[in-house]
């Protein structure tokens, strides 16, 4: 009797403390769309991005432009060889698309400095067959896509048909394959946003027919988070592309004198580690009128914006460590 109290004992001792440790989330799987320019937060973004892949939090996917400039493949490729992973297959729209470039030229100077996989657009994938090729690869809810971008890639994949990588349409390999959606898209309640007035019919049909969960980091999340210039500062760190977008565009812009607005990062650093450190839900669903501009209905199911829980601040130093993020030798 006494040997069975003994091992009995052991094993909720044994039990407690397996529940006790802490288990490590599993690396997200991302998707990041991104229009790479015309501004310069989209710098920072893939900055985060792969600083948070090097710590295990993430596994990328595919970095994919939404717009089209000459160029576009070439400035992710760039980042993508910086931090060691030449690999990542990059993806560019090949029919109708926005071809707006950043008006600081950063990216010409990325381009002819750093060395790139991609020598041009036509090199990289179509955005729509990379994203069906790897969205049926992967398993059911096992993605997240994060878009700091227009919505026309995610648009014209739910209008896509069956092919040789899914017999699914391409709603249905959303609804099958995607568990969040997470977009630096609108301005809430309501207004106008630079990403969803620039392609409002692609903007419509994603927030109007996409089968999933959506989180929306809002033009008013990003606003007030200024960063950079503890980058632009650190003298240890020289030939990094990221540093380089942040030198030549932080003098181009007054607004900018105490850092540049940070929409893109917000939404990159929520589809990777989540929103509640940060922010609380605001549930209910996006609409979007012909003229580009957003109002929330409250009543709406499946969509949430971004509210602020505590001081921006805590956002931005954190922003401001991760943009500064170098290299792993691997």
């Known amino acids: 009797m006494r040997s069975f ?16 440790q ?28 792969h600083a948070l892949a090097d710590k295990g939090e ?9 717009t089209k400039y000459e160029g576009v493949a070439g400035v992710f490729s760039v980042f993508n060889t910086y931090f060691k992973r030449p690999g990542i297959p990059v993806g560019v729209p090949k029919g ?28 990289a994938w179509d955005a729509v067959k990379l994203y069906r090729k790897l969205l049926a690869a992967q398993p059911d809810k096992g ?19 069956a092919d040789k990588y899914s017999n699914l349409d391409g709603k249905s390999l959303v609804a099958r394959k ?13 207004g106008f946003e630079f990403n969803v007035m620039k392609d409002a019919k692609a903007s419509q049909n994603v927030y109007q027919n996409w089968p999933g969960q959506v989180i929306l980091s809002g033009f008013e999340i990003g606003a007030k988070i200024h960063v950079g210039l503890p980058l632009v500062h650190n003298e240890a760190i020289k030939n990094d592309p990221a540093k380089d977008v942040f030198s030549i565009s932080i003098p181009k ?5 105490a850092g540049r607005m940070s929409w893109d990062e917000t939404a990159v650093l929520v589809a990777i580690k989540g929103y509640s450190q940060w922010y609380s839900l605001h549930s209910g669903r996006m609409k979007v009128a012909d003229d580009g501009s957003d109002v929330w209905d409250d009543n709406g199911k499946g969509q949430a914006y971004l ?18 993020h170098q290299p792993v030798l691997r």
């Open 178 to 190: 995607v568990k969040l959606l997470v977009c630096m898209a609108g301005k809430f309640p309501s």
């Open 58 to 66: 993430c596994n990328i996917l595919a970095t994919i432009a939404s």
């Open 143 to 161: 993605v997240t896509i994060v878009t700091v971008g227009f919505l026309t890639n995610l648009s014209n994949l739910l209008n896509s048909s």
């Open 5 to 20: 109290i003994i091992l009995f004992c052991l094993g909720i001792f044994t039990i407690n403390s397996a529940c006790a």
């Open 22 to 49: 802490k288990v490590a989330p599993k690396p997200v799987n991302i998707i990041f769309d991104s229009d790479m320019g015309p501004d310069y937060d989209d710098a920072g973004a893939i900055t985060i991005l």
């Open 96 to 123: 109708d698309a926005l071809e707006l470039r950043d008006w600081q030229h950063w990216t010409d100077t990325l381009l002819a400095k750093y060395p790139h996989k991609l020598k041009n657009n036509a090199d």
């Open 307 to 324: 509210v602020e829980k505590v001081d921006y601040t805590e956002v931005q130093k954190l922003i401001d460590e991760l943009i500064q």
């Open 253 to 257: 812009a007054k607004e900018d004198s």
